[in-house]
Structures are given as structure tokens and as C-alpha cells.
């Protein structure tokens, strides 16, 4: 099965950047669509970006115009350009791979932007 393993979070000031990776141990060719998604402490998981197959994108109203998501399909990887950062972007941001029959998530990565 193939694993998903995060990158690329850390500490950023307010209005910073941050470019966050997701590689995948196999293809993700075959995925219906790749996605960022983001928790925060007390919060529900929710979606952030995504991508599908065939390059469509997708974001949520909070970061439409700050955040970009790509995959490169060779390196079997899926990007999150994220910038002018808020402090409620602070959060551990997840990569999920969606498939016909199940998803395979990441384990985490966490994202702290101060203020």
C-alpha cells in the first residue's frame, strides 16, 4: 500500500511562507485526487485544497488567493504553496490520497504561524 509522508511545516511569522510536500511511496497516478486537509486543536479536520487526476483544483474560502496545490506525478509528490500566513492557518496539515475504494492518509505535519 502505498505511504504518505509529510513535509515542510515549522514556525513562520504572520504573513510569511511556507511550501509544505507530500511524497508518496508509489504512484498516485491512479488516485481520483490528491488533498490538503488541516486540524486544529479543538477543531474538526477540514479541507484545504485539492487536486484530481486530472489537475482540477479546489480550495477552501479561507485560504482561496494564499494557497496553491500542484502534484508532480513523476516525483509521485503533491505540493501546498501557502502564503501570506495567518495565525489561524496554525494547525498540523494532512495529505490524503483519495482512491475508488478507500483514502490513505499522512501522518501530519505541524504549521505554526505567529502573530
Known amino acids: 500500500q502505498v505511504q504518505l509522508v509529510e513535509s515542510g511545516g515549522g514556525v513562520v511569522q504572520a504573513g510569511g511562507s511556507l511550501r509544505l510536500s507530500c511524497a508518496a511511496s508509489g504512484s498516485i497516478f491512479g488516485f481520483k485526487a490528491m488533498g490538503w486537509y488541516r486540524q486544529a486543536p479543538g477543531k474538526q479536520r477540514e479541507s484545504v485544497a485539492t487536486?484530481?487526476?486530472?489537475?482540477?483544483?479546489d480550495y477552501a474560502d479561507s485560504v482561496k488567493g494564499r494557497f496553491t496545490i500542484s502534484r508532480d506525478n513523476a516525483k509521485n509528490t503533491v505540493y501546498l504553496q501557502m502564503n501570506s500566513l495567518k495565525p489561524e492557518d496554525t494547525a498540523v496539515y494532512y495529505c490524503?490520497?483519495?482512491?475508488?475504494?478507500?483514502?490513505?492518509w499522512g501522518q501530519g505535519t505541524q504549521v505554526t504561524v505567529s502573530s
Open positions: 490524503k490520497a483519495q482512491g475508488q475504494f478507500y483514502n490513505i
Open positions: 487536486i484530481t487526476s486530472g489537475g482540477n483544483t
